[in-house]
């Protein structure tokens, strides 16, 4: 009886109104909670996830994977990570996964020896494997990831390889480790990948300067040839590199270990085929004594702080390669690319072109452009996808970049491919969004059509005539309804720099002069179709263009009726199941409180009809029940 009254007393309270409220916010937080936790596009932490140890060790890095910067790949067992491991600088590379030392010539070719200065890692004499793979496009770095958990605490350790942009030469390898736990640990270092190629002999030799910054007083040096084969020359090469400590290395409790393993590289191409332009080869003789002197050269430095000073100047070289690229802000077709395609793209184009010694870095495409000659007069590449995607190995990598030479090349670019690597990425930038120089005409035309617009994009420190461009292409409602454009003069006296100016639509407007203040310009479509925007240094040009622009037929694009952006986050199907069941849920109770609170009497037939229709009382069986 006490339990049937207390049922009893929970109903009728259920049908005042404040409890209804309550009940209904309740529901609705929770179904919000479930939406979120499983579907929102920004959670940074991967439900299959639960180390809290490599959570904290990524940290750093998931504000970048939101950008496109990085790739991470979570490893639970080791796997591949989709993209290819390939780091360089245009003279010297390392494919990390096959293990080997890639050795640039001519052309897109490129030399592979099976040898790796690697480093393996164990802790407490357990051999590490990686918790996670962090490929960080932007600082041209791979980092693997190691997070051991056990109950006394958190051991965080980073390994991180790069090629250094500056020193065409120079392989990097960093050890950061962080002891979190209240007790000491081991760190026992090898490198089990190091071995010489066929036809090259190693010795393990002591270091004849005293190297305070390192914590190995020996090296290990390689001299050796590639055998020549059908598509590519014979190699001889001289490989220097620190050696890891023959003893395990202490790290105290709640304490951190940080420790650079230096390698050089040096070759000579043995037959007829010449190297990259930008550094001249020593003789073949003089390899392996001027492999030892730079690694000796690159170890003598005073302090830590000298140190970073080198690594921070690989990273302001990539930096500056990555001020002039495209970005997409949104994303609302499965045919353009993201920022992660784009960065990742670009990086592969970039790590395997080499620096050019006759071209200034800030020197825009309208400064070495051949008088005669337009670029890029293709269609625009924003939305070809062959050309915005991650190779997933060596082999993809090359016959990826070699399309995108065969594209510029039919763009009439192919003067620039290779004049070095700022020219290149500025080249790509063009085609991007069909930007296209006329050296006959003096200016830069957007040849894009509007009606194929199907994402925000951005171009940042676009060099033409002697300023830095930035060009944001907006939509809305579905098209492309306008564009903000500055320029920076790239002259440190920029009042007694060239005037740039602009003007839409074939110039049926009147140009506008540019300066760092941003301008929004209309997107107008024209009949027959014309240039969206052009750009100028000469006024008299432009004013040519604008008598020109009238006899066309300008309007406006509609914007789409039914759009939506469902399709970029797929929804399970037990989501919907869910929020049916809720929502049927939802109306029995509500049909069973108005039924309680106007006719007490479930089966008082004159009543129920007054609120239902007929057909819902014979389900419930209660006219059945009446009669």
Request: glycine share 4%; net charge positive; hydrophobic share 45%.
């Amino acid at each position: 009886m006490w339990i049937r009254s207390r049922i009893a007393s929970g109903i009728s309270s259920a049908t005042s109104t404040r409890t209804r409220r309550f009940f209904s916010l309740i529901t609705v937080s929770f179904v919000l909670v479930v939406i979120w936790q499983n579907y929102h596009p920004l959670r940074t932490v991967s439900r299959a996830s639960s180390n809290s140890c490599l959570d904290v060790a990524l940290y750093q890095f998931i504000a970048a994977e939101r950008r496109g910067e990085t790739s991470i790949h979570r490893v639970s067992p080791l796997v591949r990570m989709s993209a290819a491991a390939v780091l360089g600088n245009g003279n010297l590379g390392i494919d990390l996964y096959e293990e080997s030392l890639l050795f640039s010539v001519k052309g897109l070719q490129w030399v592979v020896a099976k040898y790796s200065p690697q480093l393996s890692i164990a802790l407490n004499s357990r051999l590490l494997s990686p918790s996670a793979l962090v490929f960080e496009y932007k600082e041209a770095t791979f980092h693997y990831i190691y997070a051991d958990t056990t109950e006394s605490g958190c051991v965080q350790i980073r390994h991180s390889v790069h090629v250094h942009r500056n020193l065409a030469s120079l392989l990097v390898q960093e050890l950061f480790v962080h002891n979190g736990a209240p007790a000491p640990v081991q760190i026992q270092l090898k490198q089990s990948a190091l071995s010489a190629w066929a036809g090259a002999v190693s010795t393990r030799q002591n270091l004849a300067v005293n190297v305070k910054t390192a914590i190995s007083d020996q090296y290990i040096q390689t001299t050796g040839s590639v055998p020549a084969t059908a598509k590519t020359p014979e190699i001889h090469a001289a490989v220097a590199s620190v050696a890891v400590p023959v003893n395990p290395i202490n790290v105290g409790e709640k304490k951190e270990l940080a420790a650079q393993f230096l390698t050089v590289v040096e070759f000579q191409i043995g037959s007829n085929l010449t190297a990259a332009p930008q550094r001249p080869l020593p003789q073949a003789a003089n390899l392996g004594p001027k492999a030892l002197a730079d690694l000796q050269q690159h170890l003598m430095v005073k302090d830590e702080k000298a140190l970073l000073a080198r690594r921070l100047k690989h990273v302001a070289r990539w930096a500056e390669l990555w001020k002039t690229m495209p970005r997409v802000l949104s994303v609302s077709h499965p045919s353009t690319p993201g920022n992660a395609e784009i960065f990742a793209s670009l990086f592969y184009i970039l790590a395997t072109t080499p620096d050019s010694v006759d071209v200034p870095s800030h020197a825009g495409v309208d400064v070495v452009m051949q008088p005669d000659k337009e670029c890029f007069t293709g269609p625009p590449t924003m939305h070809t996808t062959s050309l915005w995607l991650v190779p997933p190995r060596l082999s993809s990598v090359n016959s990826f970049i070699l399309n995108w030479h065969r594209t510029l090349s039919h763009g009439a670019c192919d003067m620039h491919l290779n004049r070095g690597v700022g020219l290149l990425g500025q080249v790509i930038t063009l085609s991007f969004l069909g930007l296209r120089h006329v050296p006959q005409g003096h200016y830069l035309d957007l040849a894009l059509n509007p009606a194929l617009v199907q994402a925000d994009a951005l171009v940042h420190n676009m060099y033409y005539a002697g300023h830095s461009i930035s060009l944001n292409i907006q939509m809305e409602g579905g098209a492309a309804r306008k564009m903000l454009v500055k320029a920076d003069p790239l002259e440190n006296d920029r009042l007694a720099a060239t005037p740039l100016f602009a003007c839409p639509a074939s110039c049926s407007g009147k140009p506008l002069q540019l300066s760092l203040t941003e301008v929004a310009l209309a997107v107008i479509a024209t009949k027959p179709v014309t240039p969206l925007l052009y750009f100028s240094s000469h006024l008299e040009q432009l004013s040519t263009l604008q008598n020109r622009s009238k006899e066309l037929q300008t309007y406006h694009l509609p914007g789409e009726t039914h759009h939506h952006e469902w399709g970029v986050h797929t929804v399970s199907p037990r989501v919907w199941l869910f929020l049916g069941l809720l929502l049927m849920s939802f109306h029995v109770f509500l049909i069973y409180i108005v039924s309680k609170e106007y006719c007490p009497d479930a089966c008082n037939v004159a009543c129920m009809v007054r609120l239902f229709p007929k057909r819902l009382l014979e389900i419930f069986g209660c006219i059945r029940a009446a009669d």
